[in-house]
């Protein structure tokens, strides 16, 4: 996290109430997959308990014969927002983390 904002990470991990992601937007990652891709990006909902601190260990599902390990870049907002403009987006964003998905 940036650590000119509002918003320290140890307070963004505290008050962490949902994570949205934004699914099969890249097209090539869902072929290699094997997964249909739609005509357009869907989102989906986490829960806070998807959370992993740096350096923590992730465990894999008993009898899981193999993961695939991504990477995404994680956006965090910092306060409530509804239609936001363009313009105005990045003054409700308090930083920016790595996601291990």
């Not at 997964?35 to 990006?41: G, L």
């Not at 992730?58 to 870049?73: D, F, I, K, N, Q």
């Not at 409530?80 to 790595?98: H, P, Q, T, W």
């Amino acid at each position: 996290v940036t650590q000119n904002r509002k918003l320290g990470m140890a307070q963004w991990w505290r008050q962490t109430g949902k994570i949205v992601c934004i699914g099969r937007n890249y097209l090539a990652h869902a072929a290699e997959l094997n997964n249909q891709v739609p005509k357009e990006p869907f989102w989906f909902l986490k829960p806070p308990s998807a959370l992993v601190g740096s350096g923590a260990p992730t465990e894999c599902p008993p009898g899981r014969a193999s993961t695939h390990h991504e990477v995404e870049l994680g956006v965090i907002i910092g306060k409530r927002a509804r239609r936001v403009s363009k313009e105005d987006a990045m003054n409700y964003i308090a930083g920016f983390c790595l996601v291990r998905t």
